[in-house]
Structures are given as C-alpha cells and as structure tokens.
C-alpha cells in the first residue's frame, strides 16, 4: 500500500511527507489485514482461528488443541442448525399444530414469526420462549395473523353485519 499516492502532488515534491508515509505504510497495512479479518469472522465459514474461538465460547464448546480447524467449523454449522429445531419444537409444544409461520429474512437478521393467537397477552410470552433460541444477531418479530380482505371476498356484507370489526379481523 503507497500512501504516498493519497498526497497532492505538491506534497509529493518533499521529502518528509514521502518520510513519514513510508512509516506510516506498515501500520496501515496491519490496519487493512486486522479489519478484513474481523469481517471474515462475521460467519462460520470464513472465520479464522480467532473468529471460531469466539464462537465456540459463545456456545460454550470447549475444544482440544489436536481439533482441526475444519472439524471446529462443522461443529459450530451443527450447533447453529440446532436452533432451527428448538424454534420448531418451541412453537409446536405452545401452539397449537399449524398455528405459526416462520419467515427468515437473514438479508435483515430478522425473524419474523406469525402466530394464530386470539389473546395479544401471549404474544409476550411466545417472544421470551423465542429469544433464547433464537442466535443473538436476529431480531424476533412477533405478529399475530389477521384476517385479510381478500379471505373476505366470499362473504357479502349482510352475512359480516351481526360482527364486530375485531371479531372479523381475529376470524382466522
């Protein structure tokens, strides 16, 4: 890396600046390495020996010094994989059997979970059960379904009359 290049021209011309950028150069070449592999140890596949430690004290698995790297790496996707049950097995033991929806937006880190719930109270609980599942770097969301004016079409407004507007809406 030439720092030198990043002067003006008129800087160029003395002999300090080109001094002081030739010094300078080594720090910021450990600056660019430190920082891409901070980046790669973001995700499981890229990281380094640093990046999986992290992971692997955030999951709490001890490892042994003759463990490849490889192996450390397939470890943690089968831990990680794991969350994917429990949020399944979680919101079929609470709710019942196709009451939910999971949609995954990992563009997002987001999380998003439709319940079938009659009581908004519960929505709160299903969200604590959920948050300590779910990784850290997704944000839970948690809406309740509501009845759509599409699913509405089939009915014609003397049929709709004798309900309330919030019985429409949580007729699911």
Known sequence: MELIKYLPP???????????????????????????????????DTADEEGIKRYEDMLGILSSGDESLDYRRFRLKAKLIVSKINITNILNSIMPKGGWTVKCDCDQCKLEVLLNLKNKNYIDEVYEALDRAVPANLQIECLIFHTTHRALLKYRHSQLKNYRHSEIRDLV
Request: glycine letters at 2%.
């Open 10 to 44: 008129y800087l160029r011309e003395y002999k300090e600046p080109e001094e002081i950028m030739k010094a300078e150069e080594p720090e910021f070449s450990f600056i660019r390495e430190k920082s891409s592999g901070c980046i790669n140890n973001f995700f499981v």
